[in-house]
């Protein structure tokens, strides 16, 4: 996937992905990616071969085409290209503008947020199917699917009815923890969220919801990179005033967690304001200005702020190991008599952090758990991705290896941490799927 001469100026879809061409060094690592979850690899290779017959770098037509190919599972091996893939898309918005499906559809956090202020008439539209055909025709979604229902009461306010919202002290607690719950525990499945704050609760952390907004995730993925910095702004300054004051972060949504941890932190340290600060003792900036790593699509934030609040995120299974390991955390377990899977999806896999619920819900007695999919699995959902017209059989192909393993494993039910896998799942399979923390909740009390 060698370079194909030097990149245009300005920002344009066909300028971040012409860098991706050229920063690619040919080591051919992501080479298994042709085969398996990824649909921009095959494409960008197919273009690529293409080119290289045609003597012809592919037009821009073919670029922007490829810019919807990525869900930003975070499979690929390479960081330079999820951040052109991110600055491909946002370049394509600020060009072309959104749809106002895709506007919709990556936006949760407004119908839930709309659902408190005028609830009868939300979860009218949202109930009836009448109502969400309509709504489905609106946001262009796929026929054969159906939106999720907002939950009757969403998480912020049972939290704020028992008085989570409110900061504890450190008097209150040696160990303070922060809740972000994300948008789709939140308002379509906060029996999850519940689940998170009761287990945290048995475990003796002093827990707090601190005001949030969506990650960016869903918006970033969609290329809407002012709506998305605007909510990634107000997080950063919440969490990482929270960090300074002694508390942790923990997530329960893989994709949160992916994206804090992650997405956020990649390339910071080689920004032209984390090296202007000094922050980095690598080469000066100048070796970096034409690289494609420096300045990416997040170089308005402060790359300090990045870096700082990815080390104090932790996944809550990574947690609740953490204090079982400290002794903090001992769950005794009621028997369970099933066989179930646990799959462990992209974003909770690239966070680096094993499978921490897996041996805790295999000491479940009578409860027969087995890992299943691989590495490279995934279920194909991209967040809401799946929902829309385009993007339909694209899902269903991208997740078809892993619903074939879990349809030879014919589990009972499905045990994952995702909640677009959840979805996708229920749509595919027609399983019951639950989110480790819940099975602990619902299997476990405090030793
Ligand atoms: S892993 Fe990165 S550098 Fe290596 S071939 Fe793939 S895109 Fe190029
Ligand atoms: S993030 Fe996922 S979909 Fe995007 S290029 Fe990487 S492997 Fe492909």
């Given amino acids: 996937m060698r370079s194909h001469g030097g990149p245009k100026k300005g920002a344009s879809p066909e300028n971040a992905l012409q860098r991706l061409f050229n920063g690619c060094t040919d080591c051919d690592i992501c080479r298994f990616l042709m085969d398996e979850s990824c649909l921009l690899f095959p494409e960008i290779y197919r273009r690529y071969d293409e080119a290289l017959e045609r003597r012809r770098a592919p037009d821009a037509d073919a670029l922007r085409d490829l810019t919807e190919r990525c869900t930003l599972c975070g499979l690929c091996p390479c960081p330079d290209v999820r951040a052109n893939m991110i600055r491909a898309k946002a370049d394509r918005v600020q060009d072309e503008g959104l749809e106002p ?137 919440v969490l990482t005033g929270l960090a300074d004051e002694g508390f942790d972060i923990v997530c329960s949504c893989p994709t949160c967690g992916y994206f804090l941890k992650v997405i956020l932190k990649e390339n910071a340290c080689l920004s032209t304001g984390c090296m202007e600060a000094g922050a980095h003792a690598g080469p000066s900036p100048s070796s970096y200005g034409a690289s494609s790593l420096a300045d990416d ?69 009578g409860l027969n758990l087995e890992p299943v999919g691989s590495s490279t699995d995934c279920c194909g959902m991209g967040g809401s991705l799946g929902y829309k017209k385009a993007f339909h059989e694209a899902s269903l192909q991208l997740g078809a290896s892993l619903m074939e393993k879990i349809r030879k494993a014919a589990p009972e039910a499905i045990v994952t941490d995702c909640l677009s896998c959840r979805l996708q799942f229920r749509f595919v399979l027609g399983l019951p799927v639950y989110h480790p923390v819940e099975v602990l909740c619902a299997f476990g009390s405090r030793a």
Avoid at 128 to 137: D, E, M, S, V
Wanted: net charge positive; proline share 8%; glycine share 8%.
């Fill in 297 to 365: 699509a997040f170089a308005a934030l402060d790359p300090k702020e990045r870096i700082v609040l990815s080390q104090r995120v932790f996944d809550v299974g990574e947690y609740l190991a953490r204090l079982h390991a400290e002794g903090r955390f001992r769950p005794v377990f009621r028997p369970l008599s099933g066989r179930w899977v646990y799959y462990a999806p992209c974003h909770q896999r690239e966070q680096g952090i094993g499978t921490p619920y897996l041996g805790m819900l295999q000491n479940i007695p």
């Fill in 101 to 237: 499906g895709a506007r919709a559809l990556s936006d949760l956090q407004t119908f839930g947020r709309l659902g408190r202020t005028v609830p009868k008439l939300v979860n009218l539209l949202f109930s009836t199917p009448l109502a969400r055909r309509f709504l489905a025709k609106v946001f262009d979604v796929h026929p054969e699917r159906s939106l999720p229902p907002l939950a009757a009461e969403d998480f912020f306010r049972w939290a704020a009815r028992r008085g989570l919202d409110r900061k504890p002290t450190p008097r209150e607690g040696t160990r303070r923890v922060a809740y972000f719950t994300g948008c789709t525990a939140a308002y379509l499945f906060p029996e999850v969220a519940r689940a998170v704050a009761t287990v945290l609760g048995q475990a003796g952390v002093a827990l707090y919801v601190p005001p949030q907004q969506c990650c960016g995730m869903p918006t970033v993925v969609e290329g809407d990179m002012a709506r998305s910095l605007r909510r990634i702004r107000a997080n950063v300054a």
